[in-house]
């Protein structure tokens, strides 16, 4: 299968993408998180076409991507008020709000389960795709199962080449990490699956009357995943990545040694970090296996880039990555997720 890379900029691209959404095929498509690998919601065999080319789990659930609330009611059940309330205050932006599903959702979209993850993307293309195509779109990642999310049309097909038909390119993605998943099924409570752009302090600050937790990771071998991203290992580069994690002298402190003892046991470790980290390790490491993630603190910057990082390394023999980690408020909490999977949780704290 020939892969097509297409930037949509008339209506009958846009119809051309839709008819083959609705034909039952796959096309990727940009989101302002990250790009999706797309398929008609509606139809179980489009579906399974998106676990094939990924090679995903069959009980990982896939999220439907809407054009506008009125959708929301159309593949879901029931949309509570607090769900109602969350959709007004985010959407279109970085939410997927977990619903009770509708009977026309198949199962394979849901993992089996009877709830479903919706989401509206801020992004111009993705919503004139699902308008175009007059159904909602089932969209995970559009990378290979466990790899680390695309944000560049290029990234996806690096993954998806002879896999799919068709990707539609609308440039690099603004957030670079995943939207996040809120549980709105339970009354009285809004539980979030996977933090995200969309803070626990936003979404508390939008319902200050109603509890807003965490979920425990699940972890357990036999868990059933309540959404994507919460079972199974994401986002790993290729070769091993270990994560520091506290105040900057102390994490420069740590990567020096840890850099110097695995080039004198004649490894080749490359770092992602802050340009100050990086700038002060510069004595000891190559220019060519480092990856800037922007200043200290910058937790946007760090996350638009973060899977660029992950993968930036693949073409090149290095032997292992270190990362400099971040504070877990705000955003911080997204990318320390995203990291502590693609660590495998190898997690040092210095």
């Not at 993408?17 to 095929?25: C, E, L, P, V």
């Not at 930036?312 to 270190?322: E, Y």
Request: hydrophobic share 45%; aromatic share 4%; charged share 20%.
């Amino acid at each position: 299968m020939d892969t097509e890379i297409l930037r949509p900029t008339s209506p009958t691209d846009f119809e051309c993408a839709a008819a083959m959404i609705r034909s039952g095929a796959l096309v990727a498509f940009p989101t302002e998180t990250v790009y999706g690998l797309g398929a008609n919601g509606l139809d179980a065999a489009a579906c399974a076409r998106i676990y094939a080319a990924k090679g995903r789990p069959a009980d990982n659930p896939l999220i439907l991507h809407i054009a506008d609330l009125a959708m929301a009611h159309t593949v879901a059940h029931d949309v509570p008020f607090v769900a109602a309330h969350l959709f007004t205050a985010f959407a279109p932006g970085p939410l997927t709000v977990i619903l009770p599903k509708a009977e026309n959702i198949p199962d394979i979209v849901t993992g089996g389960l009877p709830t479903v993850g919706v989401r509206c993307p801020d992004h111009d293309i993705a919503r004139r795709l699902i308008r175009a195509a007059g159904v909602p779109i089932a969209a995970p990642s559009a990378n290979t199962s466990g790899r680390p999310s695309p944000t560049s049309a290029a990234m996806v097909f690096a993954d998806m080449e002879g896999r799919i038909p068709l990707i539609l390119d609308g440039g690099s993605c603004r957030w670079g990490v995943e939207s996040t998943i809120v549980d709105c099924t339970e009354e009285g409570t809004v539980t979030i699956l996977r933090p995200g752009a969309v803070t626990r302090e936003m979404i508390a600050a939008e319902l200050p009357h109603i509890e807003v937790r965490m979920d425990a990771a699940l972890t357990a071998e036999d868990a059933v995943p309540r959404a994507p991203g919460m079972k199974y290992t994401h986002y790993a580069p290729r070769v091993p990545l270990t994560v520091y994690v506290g105040a900057g002298t102390d994490v420069v402190a740590a990567l020096r040694e840890e850099i110097l003892r695995r080039s004198a046991a004649g490894q080749r470790p490359a770092l992602i970090a802050s340009s100050e980290t990086i700038m002060a390790l510069s004595d000891i490491i190559h220019a060519d296996d480092t990856y800037h993630c922007g200043a200290r603190g910058n937790h946007s910057a760090f996350a638009s880039c973060l899977y660029d990082a992950l993968r930036h390394f693949d073409d090149l023999p290095v032997t292992s990555l270190l990362a400099e980690g971040t504070g877990s408020l705000g955003l911080g909490l997204a990318i320390m997720n995203r990291l502590r999977k693609a660590s495998g949780g190898d997690i040092r704290f210095v």
